[in-house]
């Protein structure tokens, strides 16, 4: 009998330009897509033909809630738009990696906080956020105050861990 390795308990990380993001609990749009050109043709007897071609890479949008640290990178995300704002996208455009670790189990002891190891990242390029989003204020709330941030890039890798040919950016 095959024993199904389903995936079960991710952890995952956040970093943007070699700074790395506490208090994550999504992360949404990680999508790898290119366009679809169609080539519409008439052949010499005139027969109509349609052929489906690969276009270049496209780009898109990640969405990152995290749980407002109190302390720490507690503006980062709010001083990056704020670069976006003045016009300042030589500095506002930046590169991110969102990283995919197994979670700890028996076979990886001394690992800290239950993570395992690295199995795959997935890298953006020329990453911009454009809207950050707070939650909501309610009288007696007691739960955590979370922050919405969506990012746009001009495209995404995945790549493995062992993996050399890192694209350059």
Not at 8 to 23: A, C, Y
Not at 35 to 58: A, F, N
Not at 124 to 130: E, H, I, L, R, Y
Request: charged share 20%; with cysteine; proline share 5%.
């Amino acid at each position: 009998m095959t024993d199904i390795f389903t995936g079960v308990g991710w952890s995952f990380g956040l970093e943007i330009d070699r700074m790395v993001f506490s208090e994550i609990t999504k992360i949404e749009g990680i999508k790898l897509e290119a366009d679809v050109i169609e080539l519409k043709t008439q052949s010499l007897l005139g027969q109509y033909t349609r052929k489906k071609l690969p276009g270049r890479m496209k780009s898109g949008t990640i969405t990152v809630t995290r749980a407002l640290p109190l302390v720490g990178s507690t503006y980062e995300f709010t001083e990056w738009i704020q670069k976006v704002f003045q016009g300042d996208m030589a500095n506002a455009r930046r590169n991110a990696t969102v990283r995919v670790f197994m979670t700890a189990g028996p076979a990886f002891p001394g690992t800290p906080t239950g993570v395992g190891p690295e199995i795959m990242r997935f890298m953006a390029f020329n990453c911009w956020p454009t809207t950050i989003e707070y939650g909501n204020f309610a009288a007696g709330d007691t739960g955590t105050l979370n922050e919405k941030i969506t990012i746009h890039h001009e495209g995404m890798y995945a790549l493995g861990v062992s993996d050399s040919t890192q694209p350059e950016f």
